[in-house]
């Protein structure tokens, strides 16, 4: 079956320190990958996406590269900031399949 | 502003009284769905729409219903609702089921 499998939370990290949250997944297709995140008490929005093996999405200073040999998606970026304090999900969409599946989730906070 | 519209954004309700979770888009997307949220389990689909009057089971569909009767339109209805069904409930909407899904802000429920 299709899955996502994310790094467990929740991260800490202090500003400016390096991110890395890893996700893998398992598609019987050739599937798009997304990272989206959720901040505090709003919806989900599209931070990035990779539609086909090695592209590289990027936005806000985050970035992803989807890895089709190591079936990764992880996210990474390379200062961080207070603001970027969220929940993240990676993401997987089989073309046709109708729907996303969406890994558990990784909260994030950034002290200052 | 291209949006996905949810209300309300919060309801406590007793077991077994009927509750409608409203959904709107302003965007002409043919593709709705709703998902639930759960700590450790990310998000979840339990319904989706290809079109007006086309609808499908997502994975976890007991226990609610939906309808499509308009385009921009994708109620969730929970006919006898249960404490288990207590959750965060998100509907989002794409182009189709294979683009970028736009999230509305979440309906958090409570059911004592």
């Known amino acids: 079956g299709n899955s996502v499998t994310q790094m467990e939370g929740p991260v800490t990290l202090s500003e400016e320190a390096f991110l890395t949250i890893n996700c893998t997944y398992t598609?019987?297709?050739?599937?798009?990958l997304f990272w989206y995140v959720q901040y505090p008490g709003e919806g989900l929005q599209l931070l990035l996406k990779?539609?086909?093996?090695?592209d590289k999405g990027s936005n806000k200073g985050f970035e992803a590269t989807y890895r089709k040999e190591t079936t990764s998606f992880h996210l990474e970026k390379g200062s961080v900031q207070v603001s970027d304090s969220a929940v993240y999900f990676c993401?997987?969409?089989?073309?046709?399949?109708?729907?996303?599946?969406f890994g558990q989730g990784t909260r994030l906070t950034i002290n200052p | 502003e291209a949006q996905v519209t949810q209300n309300p954004r919060y309801l406590i309700t007793v077991t077994g009284k009927k509750l409608t979770v409203t959904c709107s888009q302003n965007?002409?997307?043919?593709?709705m769905s709703w998902y639930r949220q759960d700590p450790g389990l990310g998000l979840r689909q339990i319904y989706y729409?290809?079109?007006?009057?086309?609808?499908d089971k997502g994975d976890v569909p007991e226990g609610y219903k939906v309808s499509r009767k308009e385009k921009r339109n994708f109620p969730l209805i929970l006919e006898s609702p249960s404490p288990n069904q207590t959750s965060l409930y998100f509907c989002?909407?794409?182009?189709?089921?294979?683009?970028?899904?736009?999230f509305g802000q979440g309906t958090r429920l409570t059911v004592v």
């Open positions: 990779a539609t086909k093996a090695d």
């Open positions: 729409s290809m079109n007006v009057e086309v609808t």
């Open positions: 965007m002409n997307h043919e593709y």
């Open positions: 993401a997987l969409l089989i073309q046709g399949a109708q729907k996303l599946v």
């Open positions: 989002a909407s794409s182009m189709t089921g294979a683009t970028e899904a736009f």
């Open positions: 598609a019987t297709g050739y599937p798009s």
